[in-house]
């Protein structure tokens, strides 16, 4: 079945540094993946949507200068966290779909625990 | 406003025995809805999909219903596992692709033996 793989699944980092986690569609082509936040005991929070080949769209709220996004090819999307503080550990969540098939499920990552000390 | 509601917010109940959770929906114009499988500190596995011509799908053990007119969908668990305990995600997704997402806030549910 669809994969996505998302790395690093942990990391810790100290205040002030940046980080960057990679979301990839192992056996399919994804046009579109999308970046998630949750915290403890709350549902996923759609950050933005990456888009292969041009500028990421982002939800009202989000700092798109804090979260950058960047979709290289069908396969990788990445998101680097710059200038972490301790507000931003929480669990990161990607998810892709195969290209052109809407109502295909939405496959996720297993998700990334950021911890800014 | 576009909101998916799930209930109960948490559950317990005995290896083996059946449970039913529920999702009650807003979400306009209506394309699809899907349950998913979350466990602690993994991200979500697909169970089930149902598009509004769909009134049950079943994948194993879990069978999901959707009523279109009442907007409500339920998951079914039939002889609980321990390995079901998880939070399960109700996903509505309006018409226009997978940008027009609304998630619900989950049921957790724990499975004691």
């Known amino acids: 079945g669809a994969v996505v793989s998302q790395h690093p699944s942990r990391v810790i980092c100290k205040s002030g540094t940046s980080v960057k986690i990679e979301c990839r569609s192992l056996d399919f082509q994804a046009t579109t993946m999308f970046w998630y936040r949750q915290f403890p005991k709350q549902s996923l929070m759609l950050m933005a949507t990456s888009n292969e080949g041009s500028k990421a769209t982002y939800e009202q709220g989000v700092e798109k200068d804090k979260f950058l996004i960047n979709h290289a090819s069908l396969t990788l999307s990445t998101l680097t966290v710059t200038s972490a503080h301790p507000e931003d550990s929480s669990f990161y969540i990607c998810s892709a779909a195969p290209r052109g098939r809407d109502n295909s499920p939405l496959h996720f990552g297993n998700g990334t625990r950021l911890t800014v000390t | 406003k576009n909101q998916v509601e799930q209930s109960p917010q948490s559950l317990i109940i005995l290896e083996g025995k059946n449970c039913t959770l529920q999702c009650n929906y807003t979400v306009s114009p209506f394309s699809n809805l899907r349950w998913y499988k979350q466990d602690t500190g993994r991200g979500p596995v697909s169970l089930t999909i149902?598009?509004?011509?769909?009134n049950t799908k079943s994948n194993g053990r879990y069978t999901a219903t959707l009523d279109a007119d009442t907007k409500q969908s339920s998951l079914h668990i039939t002889a609980s596992q321990l390995s079901d305990s998880a939070s399960y995600i109700c996903?509505?997704?309006?018409?226009?692709?997978?940008?027009?997402?609304?998630f619900g806030i989950g049921t957790k549910l724990q499975v004691i033996p």
């Open positions: 996903v509505v997704s309006r018409s226009g692709g997978y940008q027009k997402v609304t």
């Open positions: 149902m598009t509004f011509s769909e």
